[in-house]
């Protein structure tokens, strides 16, 4: 089969692999149909350091079930489901609360060992406690905005709950990709009256205003923290959602939240500390996030998507097939494309 392998930064090359097969009776063989490239690809796109072996990528992925192990309950062949961009059992302490990306026993997909979402196949581990059955056929129309449930669509509702957004109250987002354009959609979603997005890309800025943002601040650094608390009577939003990891985006969502206010951040942190510790102390702000629990999320937000009350497939700009992907992360971090989908 064909899989995406990248070697160094900016090497990425499509190359013939090992079939994926059933290895555990817990495994299901899922043949893709639908696959992405997400915005924390970029980080390896941009800072890989060469090996011979190569990873495996992608952690995005919707497909039909090829066959399950022995011991699989909850899907079946023939099955299309997706998955979230970490896979768990389902079962241990940390999944039965509903934060998967714990699992004492599950892990991510792609490196060395497993297959990754941007391939024609995936070896799924404890399919169970992993896959959603979707309730609709392979080429439905609303197939790109159930991809999002894989990762940013539930992401971007992470980070509302994290930032405990709250009906009538101002939200602020910081980042205009793909997570922070449905950090928009959730924060609407939960009833933030005012929508502050942090973002310079028109393109970007457009689909934030159609997803809910009722402002737009395209200043940077200190202008950016002067206009956003123009913006909220010089309070600072009750709610910020971090939603790149850069130390100068940390930045300003401290700078921004007010006193007693929240900051989710699901950006990965590329700064080994949190900028502001006094003001945030004195002003006793909660800081709280990490890798979303995608996976808890699928029930919740899925009818919301086949229902039409939500759109998170709007960002997708760009479609190719399995050879335009290594295109498709130039286009991205060239940000030519917010962000790009794979149709098998
Ligand atoms: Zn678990």
């Known amino acids: 089969m064909r899989a995406t392998v ?6 990425v090359r499509v190359e013939t692999v090992p079939d994926a097969r059933i290895v555990e009776a817990t495994d299901a063989l899922v ?5 992405c490239i997400c915005g924390s690809d970029l ?6 350091a060469p090996t011979a072996t190569g990873n495996r990528m992608g952690h995005e992925f919707i497909g039909v079930v090829d066959s399950i192990g022995a011991d699989v309950r909850t899907v079946k062949k023939g099955d299309l489901v997706v998955a979230p961009f970490a ?12 934060l998967q990306t714990s699992c004492l026993h599950g892990g991510w997909w792609g490196g060395t060992s497993l297959d990754g979402g941007q391939g024609e196949a995936v070896r799924v581990p404890l399919a169970d406690g ?28 992470h980070a509302a709950l994290r930032a405990n957004v709250r009906p009538g109250k101002v939200a602020a987002v910081v980042g205009d990709g793909a997570v922070g354009l449905c ?15 942090l973002g310079r890309h028109a393109d970007r800025i457009a689909l934030a205003r159609r997803f809910g943002a009722t402002d737009v601040v395209s200043e940077r650094g200190d202008g ?6 123009e913006l909220t009577g010089g309070l600072g939003a009750h709610s910020v959602l971090e939603c790149v990891g850069h ?7 401290v700078s921004i939240v007010r006193a007693g206010g929240a900051v989710g951040r699901v950006g990965v942190p590329q700064e080994t500390t949190i900028p502001n510790a006094q003001p945030t102390f004195y002003a006793n702000v909660t800081i709280a996030g990490g890798p979303a629990p995608v996976r808890a999320y699928m029930h919740e937000l899925m009818p919301d998507v086949l229902e039409g009350r939500i759109e998170p497939g709007l960002v997708f700009d760009r479609t190719t097939n399995i050879d335009g992907v290594p295109d498709g992360y130039r286009a991205m971090n060239d940000r030519e494309a917010i962000k790009v989908m794979i149709e098998f």
């Open 183 to 197: 950090g928009v959609i959730a924060a609407r979603r939960l009833g933030a009256e005012q929508i502050i997005m």
């Open 6 to 11: 990248m070697y160094a930064a900016h090497d």
């Open 87 to 98: 896979w768990s059992d389902g079962t241990c302490e940390f999944c039965q609360q509903g």
């Open 224 to 229: 950016a923290i002067e206009r956003v608390r």
């Open 31 to 35: 043949r893709v149909t639908r696959a």
């Open 247 to 253: 130390g100068e985006s940390m930045r300003t969502a």
């Open 130 to 157: 992993t896959l959603v059955a979707l309730p609709v056929g392979p080429d439905h129309a609303l197939m790109p905005s159930l991809l999002t449930l894989s990762d940013v669509m539930g992401t971007g509702h």
């Open 43 to 48: 980080w390896p796109y941009n800072s890989m």
